[in-house]
């Protein structure tokens, strides 16, 4: 009699420690108006009233409180539609991907905004088009945002700069215009990627000290003068500025030790190569391709180990022109 006692009272001692997993009739409203907005696709054919615990569900992940706070659609080919309304009705979502529906289509919406838990935000590979709203920059704990690969068209909102949080942005492979904003190239980052874009003017200044894996502005109209990006006491991993208008003097510019990859190829940068290269031991790619640099070529085993190519098509205008390195002699 007194083993059962003990063994109903862990039983319930138990029970009662266990999250509640419950789904919120809030979210299983949302998710159903969701999924109805996008077609009724059967690669959301778990979301269905007849399987009423949305916890249990594909394609997202609940709390301990039984709110829906991760929903990840990726790769349905038959998704259709704009991305619902119905989405800001997940008030404790923390993060939001889809990725590869070209199915959706429209403007990012303005609900989103509503999502004050939200941090990790992927809009990428769709249809979606139109101006990147102003609005997302009240999500102050927006951690990542990738918008990349899609049909967006006008400027970057110029208070992105100002999201506290913000570590990763990808808006690569769209259709933007305008200017870089000052301040977007914060110490803060961690990873910025504008690349394949039609943005104009310089790349604003910036003077913070912190790391930073990767800076990929490639492949649009930029000018100006970079090479504060490099500046002294500022490690950086990944730099590519090539194919836009860059115009400055590169014989001085002494690169961080830490890089591992360096592309400059096809701009209207001058001056020589700069002995820096040389200290590059963890270097592993180089382009200075299609630029006006001049000669001589350095000759220390940090610059010829990349062969020939990262120097080719140089038209030298006042100067030297960059010689050949077939015939330099590697040096330690």
């Given at each position: ?11 319930l001692?138990a029970?009662?420690a266990?999250?509640?997993r419950?789904?919120?009739p ?29 916890c249990?569900?594909?394609h ?28 800001g009705g997940?008030?404790?979502l923390?993060?939001?991907?889809l990725?590869?529906l ?5 403007p990012?919406?303005?609900?989103l905004?509503?999502?004050s838990?939200l ?5 990428s ?14 999500l ?11 049909q967006?068209?006008?400027g ?12 990763s ?6 259709q933007?215009t305008?200017s ?10 961690r990873?910025?990627v ?24 490639s ?13 002294a006491?500022?490690?950086i991993?990944?730099?590519d ?5 860059l ?26 190569v700069?002995?820096?290269?040389e200290?590059?031991?963890t270097l592993?790619?180089?382009d200075?391709?299609?630029?006006r640099?001049?000669?001589p070529l ?10 020939c ?8 205008r006042?100067?030297?022109?960059l ?10």
């Amino acid at each position: 009699m007194a083993s059962t006692t003990l063994l109903a009272v862990l039983l319930l001692v138990a029970a009662s420690a266990a999250p509640a997993r419950s789904c919120s009739p809030r979210d299983l409203q949302a998710l159903l108006s969701v999924k109805q907005a996008l077609g009724n696709p059967s690669t959301l054919s778990t979301w269905t009233p007849a399987s009423p615990d949305c916890c249990s569900w594909d394609h997202l992940r609940c709390n301990d409180a039984g709110r829906v706070n991760n929903v990840f659609i990726d790769g349905a080919d038959d998704v259709r539609g704009q991305i619902p309304s119905a989405v800001g009705g997940l008030t404790e979502l923390m993060s939001l991907t889809l990725f590869r529906l070209a199915g959706l289509t429209g403007p990012i919406p303005a609900c989103l905004a509503a999502l004050s838990n939200l941090q990790f935000l992927t809009v990428s590979h769709t249809n979606v088009s139109g101006a990147i709203p102003e609005s997302l920059a009240r999500l102050r704990g927006l951690d990542s945002v990738d918008l990349s690969s899609n049909q967006l068209t006008g400027g970057i909102p110029a208070s992105f700069a100002d999201l506290p949080s913000l570590r990763s942005l990808d808006l690569g492979h769209n259709q933007l215009t305008g200017s870089i904003p000052a301040g977007l190239v914060q110490g803060q980052f961690r990873s910025l990627v504008l690349s394949y874009n039609q943005l104009t003017g310089p790349i604003p200044r910036d003077d913070a000290r912190d790391e930073i894996n990767t800076v990929d502005l490639s492949h649009n109209k930029l000018t100006g003068d970079p090479s504060h990006l490099f500046a002294a006491g500022r490690p950086i991993g990944k730099v590519d500025l090539s194919w836009n208008y860059l115009d400055f003097d590169l014989s001085q510019l002494v690169f961080p030790p830490e890089m591992t990859y360096l592309d400059l190829s096809h701009n209207l940068i001058r001056g020589t190569v700069p002995l820096s290269l040389e200290r590059l031991s963890t270097l592993q790619k180089l382009d200075l391709s299609y630029n006006r640099l001049c000669g001589p070529l350095p000759k220390g085993h940090g610059v010829i180990k990349h062969g020939c190519k990262p120097y080719a098509h140089n038209q030298c205008r006042k100067g030297t022109p960059l010689a050949g390195c077939q015939d330099l002699e590697w040096s330690e």
